[in-house]
């Protein structure tokens, strides 16, 4: 049940920590000191949400696999299904994420 | 059974059993004076709900002052200054010390009732952090007296609550008071963690949780994350009026915007923080006046956790105005409008709800309705806000607190009042009146919409937040009437409620057994239920289980049966159980009255206090009082080392408070840590802000000492492994030995700490913010050095004088995790400190 109970945690999680690796791209790029072009903030926003969605789709693969061997209406089932759920709400918010960063074409818009 | 204690060597010295007491009277309640020294949390979590409902009427007062002020243009009821500290303490009243308190109050009180425990697992926090709310409201109230209140609203920005600009206490006030009564928010929530977590009652599996602890669970975690970052804010910007250091300061490379994403950092996480448990409160009522389980638990369970983390990404929505790069705002307004997935997931969950069964219209389910109504329309005009053009438009304006009023009044207040109806009969054993509660009820959602909703459209029109007054003539006189008008309904509405509350408990009828023909256990007894909540602990085998296991409301509640019925050792005691199977695994014993928790919490407000009224001998008095508080209260014979007989599952013995990772104890100090990685991430992001934003002054700060932040890594690696050699020896009960180990980590903690120093020395904090920052980072890495030093002095003097016997080791299981995170961010410190002289 462990492994069940995580997967309710962790794509919120995954999504926690690629909003802080977009928000951090943002920074370097956009802040006064200038760490990246926008380019390379925007490569790598890609990059990164690729990651983090295809592992968040793995889980919500893995999740509804899950839900369909549980038995109806034991606590794995309920477990299952709030992981699916907790994986595909995740995997929505990633894209969004990278969203800003793929729109504009610069920090100004 | 027996009743008498087995022979245990390791009790016989240190018994704190009461061998005279029957089990009611080791769980009667102290009376008199000594009632201050109870720790039940059925006490203590009445004592948070009065309280802050106590607080909610003065702040209400207060709004009523503003609506007064504004009910006509050009009016003189308040001057500006006046009109400025009435909005600042309705603001800081409600959001602090009115609804955070609450929803503690209905935590404390219903977490062991409803999970099947005879208390919280640390009710001493309970106790402590309760009277640190308490000694933080009135410090913050009393500066009405000294005519010095807060003015500069509840967010206290920069440089407005600098000293160049708020001359005077009203600031500290601000500063002080709210950090004394945020350590109640902290403390709750690593009670909150460790109890749903630890204390189940057996068979409750996670799944087979009330919905309402996994919406407390999500939101003690919040709390954990959340609220540091304003506490060190706060602490920054009290240290920058007291000491004169810049962080906020842009002379000298400080910004103020940091002040700003510190606060947000906490303050949007905050409105879900109030929502999510008022929202639990519907979903735990819901059920019951449909006749049905809730829809979708696990689809509900998912709404909560993806909400609570989604929630701490949308902080910079309230900064939209403030000049940030438009590319950070739009994925702000991307979390925002994410977040509206899995409000609208829960939404839909009541809806589906409702049509389950044909719903009885009490007043809890009123306030359900209501809430429902109230709540959605404030949830649309935030996915309005998200949108960044149609926020410039609207910022400051009386749309946004036509908003947040729809979020938090109909997120909060509606189902906290249900929540009170629903249930006050297992309060004071007597049901309130459905006829006054419907006045009640339609009063108050009569005069909150009338109140409210023409705000949108003074805000529409362009009527600005926190004016004084505003000329006639321009389309805003009859909107302000009106709202005026609907605030004193609302009023009516609560007086109303308050009358019936005192009639209720004269005249009100008694209330049987479950009186609303509830699912969830606290309905187990009839009101008034005994202290000890359950006689014997019952083995859950449903999530609804007054409603599945017919054994429970078919005979006497004493004579249920269950785990724990004898109690050989005549304590205070529950079932300890697995984090997640809910499995059986320890033995958990409780704490009787004590006064510690209130001469620890009077010597923090003591030393608070003194702050604030620049008395620094008094500071030290206070902190030693609370020191000498904390000390009497760890100083207690270990309860570890034995078994007991359980008296479920065929004679299943379990130990008493296990040495175990899954233990309450260690769970309490990771959420502890969980709080201080928190309030340490904060100071870094600090750090990494301005050095990123005020590149010419970070780039100009003298750099720290490479050698000495060297040493000190080295010497943060060692306390991390001597506090694992310490609980290695002491579990082979080699307690001389450890006892050494442990006077090893009393001499290495200062000598880490004076390495940091010795790092720092070369920089200046008043030269520049990025310094500053340094130095605080330090300073909070010694802090925690200081803990380790104390904590290690304790277990050491226990060992070395023969207070510990085999499997007494608790004490160095947790020491040695807390060493562990202290010699983390002792290297994460050092390395900032590498990278910045690099």
């Known amino acids: 049940m462990t492994p069940l109970a995580r997967r309710i945690a962790l794509p919120a999680l995954l999504w926690a920590l690629h909003f802080i690796v977009v928000y951090a791209l943002i920074s370097a790029g956009c802040a006064a000191r200038a760490l990246a072009e926008v380019d390379v903030v925007r490569g790598l926003a890609v990059v990164a949400t690729c990651a983090a969605a295809a592992v968040a789709l793995v889980w919500l693969i893995s999740a509804g696999l899950e839900r369909r061997r549980a038995p109806a209406g034991s606590d794995a089932a309920a477990l299952a299904s709030a992981g699916w759920w907790t994986a595909l709400i995740s995997l929505l918010a990633i894209l969004a994420n990278l969203w800003p960063v793929v729109l504009l074409g610069s920090c100004t818009g | 059974m027996t009743d008498t204690a087995p022979e245990s060597p390791h009790y016989t010295a240190h018994r704190k059993g009461e061998a005279d007491k029957d089990f009611d009277a080791i769980w009667a309640q102290p009376s008199g004076i000594r009632s201050w020294s109870a720790v039940n949390h059925r006490i203590v979590g009445k004592r948070f709900l009065v309280t802050g409902f106590v607080f909610f009427l003065i702040a209400g007062v207060l709004a009523l002052l503003v609506r007064t002020q504004l009910i006509v243009p050009e009016n003189t009821f308040l001057d500006s200054e006046t009109y400025n500290q009435v909005f600042t303490m309705h603001g800081t009243l409600m959001m602090f010390l009115f609804a955070i308190p609450m929803l503690e109050g209905f935590a404390v009180y219903l977490i062991p009732l409803m999970v099947g425990a005879r208390d919280l697992v640390f009710p001493r926090l309970g106790a402590f952090g309760y009277y640190c709310f308490l000694f933080g409201g009135i410090l913050v109230l009393s500066s009405f007296l000294f005519d010095a209140a807060p003015a500069g609203g509840w967010f206290m920005y920069v440089?407005?609550?600098?000293?160049?600009?708020?001359?005077?206490?009203?600031?500290?006030?601000?500063?002080?008071?709210?950090?004394?009564?945020?350590?109640?928010?902290?403390?709750?929530?690593?009670?909150?963690?460790?109890?749903?977590?630890?204390?189940?009652?057996?068979?409750?599996?996670?799944?087979?949780?009330p919905v309402l602890m996994w919406y407390f669970l999500v939101t003690a975690f919040m709390i954990a994350v959340g609220f540091p970052p304003l506490i060190i804010a706060s602490i920054l910007l009290e240290s920058e009026r007291l000491l004169g250091l810049p962080f906020f300061d842009p002379s000298l490379g400080g910004d103020p915007l940091l002040w700003q994403h510190l606060f947000w950092l906490f303050g949007h996480p905050e409105v879900y923080i109030i929502f999510l448990p008022a929202a639990g409160i519907v979903a735990t009522m819901l059920p019951t006046f449909v006749g049905k389980p809730l829809f979708g638990y696990g689809f509900v369970v998912a709404a909560v956790v993806t909400m609570g983390v989604i929630s701490f990404g949308l902080w910079a929505h309230h900064m939209f105005a403030t000049g940030l790069p438009i590319m950070s705002l739009t994925l702000f307004s991307a979390a925002s409008t994410m977040v509206a997935i899995p409000t609208g997931v829960q939404i839909f969950s009541f809806?589906?709800?409702?049509?389950?069964?044909?719903?009885?219209?009490?007043?809890?389910?009123?306030?359900?309705?209501?809430?429902?109504?109230?709540?959605?329309?404030?949830?649309?005009?935030?996915?309005?806000?998200?949108?960044?053009?149609?926020?410039?438009?609207?910022?400051?304006?009386h749309f946004v607190v036509a908003h947040l009023h729809y979020v938090l009044i109909g997120g909060f207040v509606f189902p906290m009042m249900g929540g009170l109806y629903y249930w006050m009969p297992h309060i004071t054993g007597r049901m309130?009146?459905?006829?006054?509660?419907?006045?009640?009820?339609?009063?108050?959602?009569?005069?909150?919409?009338?109140?409210?909703?023409?705000?949108?459209?003074?805000?529409?029109?362009?009527?600005?937040?926190?004016?004084?007054?505003?000329?006639?003539?321009?389309?805003?006189?009859?909107?302000?009437?009106?709202?005026?008008?609907?605030a004193y309904i609302l009023t009516a509405g609560i007086a109303l409620f308050i009358w019936d509350f005192f009639r209720h408990r004269r005249t009100g009828p008694a209330a049987g057994r479950n009186p609303w023909g509830a699912a969830t256990l606290e309905w187990l007894y009839p009101p008034v239920a005994p202290g000890?909540?359950?006689?014997?602990?019952?083995?859950?085998?449903?999530?609804?289980?007054?409603?599945?296991?017919?054994?429970?409301?078919?005979?006497?509640?004493?004579?249920i049966t269950g785990?724990?019925?004898?109690?050989?050792?005549?304590?205070?005691?529950?079932?300890?159980?697995?984090?997640?199977?809910?499995?059986?695994?320890?033995?958990?014993?409780?704490?009787?009255?004590?006064?510690?928790?209130?001469?620890?919490?009077?010597?923090?407000?003591?030393?608070?206090?003194?702050t604030l009224a620049s008395v620094y001998w008094l500071v030290g008095l206070g902190g030693a009082i609370a020191l000498a508080g904390i000390t009497a209260w760890v100083w207690e014979p270990s309860d570890s080392g034995v078994t007991r007989a359980t008296g479920i599952r065929h004679g299943l013995e379990l130990p008493v408070n296990i040495v175990d990772r899954r233990s309450h104890l260690h769970i309490g100090i990771v959420g502890t840590l969980l709080i201080s990685f928190a309030l340490f991430g904060s100071l870094l992001f600090g750090g990494l802000y301005l050095w990123n934003t005020e590149p010419s002054f970070a780039d100009r700060t003298a750099t720290p000492d490479s050698r000495a932040a060297l040493m000190a890594a080295a010497s943060g690696l060692v306390m991390a492994g001597l506090g694992w050699l310490a609980n290695r020896w002491a579990q082979d009960n080699a307690?001389?030995?450890?006892?050494?180990?442990?006077?090893?980590?009393?001499?290495?903690?200062?000598?880490?700490?004076?390495?940091?120093?010795?790092?720092?020395?070369?920089?200046?904090?008043?030269?520049?913010?990025?310094?500053?920052?340094?130095?605080?980072?330090?300073?909070?890495?010694?802090?925690?050095?200081?803990?380790?030093?104390?904590?290690a002095l304790i277990n050491a003097v226990r060992k070395l004088t023969g207070l510990v016997g085999p499997g007494q080791t608790l004490p160095d299981l947790l020491l040695m995790t807390f060493c562990?995170?202290?010699?983390?961010m002792t290297l994460v410190t050092a390395a900032a400190y590498l990278a910045v002289a690099s």
């Open chain 2, 532 to 559: 000890y909540n359950f006689r014997a602990i019952p083995e859950i085998r449903a999530r609804e289980p007054l409603w599945e296991q017919p054994e429970f409301l078919d005979r006497p509640p004493d004579e």
């Open chain 2, 159 to 209: 440089p407005l609550s600098t000293s160049d600009y708020t001359e005077g206490l009203s600031a500290d006030f601000w500063l002080i008071g709210i950090t004394l009564a945020e350590i109640a928010s902290v403390t709750a929530a690593v009670e909150i963690i460790a109890s749903i977590l630890c204390s189940r009652a057996p068979g409750m599996s996670l799944t087979k949780m």
């Open chain 2, 735 to 791: 307690f001389r030995a450890a006892g050494l180990i442990d006077l090893g980590l009393v001499a290495l903690a200062p000598l880490t700490a004076a390495l940091l120093l010795a790092a720092l020395l070369p920089v200046d904090p008043w030269a520049s913010a990025f310094g500053a920052v340094g130095w605080a980072l330090g300073a909070f890495v010694t802090a925690h050095l200081a803990v380790v030093l104390w904590w």
């Open chain 2, 820 to 824: 562990k995170a202290t010699a983390a």
């Open chain 2, 563 to 610: 785990a724990l019925r004898a109690y050989p050792d005549h304590r205070r005691e529950t079932i300890g159980c697995d984090p997640v199977t809910g499995a059986p695994l320890q033995i958990l014993r409780l704490p009787h009255p004590t006064w510690t928790p209130l001469i620890s919490a009077f010597g923090i407000a003591l030393a608070f206090a003194a």
């Open chain 2, 351 to 397: 809806i589906a709800t409702l049509t389950l069964g044909r719903p009885r219209l009490t007043v809890p389910m009123l306030f359900i309705l209501g809430f429902l109504f109230i709540f959605v329309l404030g949830g649309l005009t935030g996915v309005m806000l998200a949108a960044v053009p149609f926020n410039l438009q609207a910022h400051d304006t």
């Open chain 2, 432 to 486: 309130m009146s459905e006829r006054i509660g419907t006045w009640v009820f339609w009063l108050m959602f009569a005069g909150f919409n009338l109140a409210f909703f023409m705000m949108h459209l003074t805000g529409l029109r362009g009527m600005p937040r926190r004016i004084a007054t505003y000329p006639e003539g321009i389309g805003w006189d009859r909107l302000n009437m009106l709202s005026t008008i609907g």
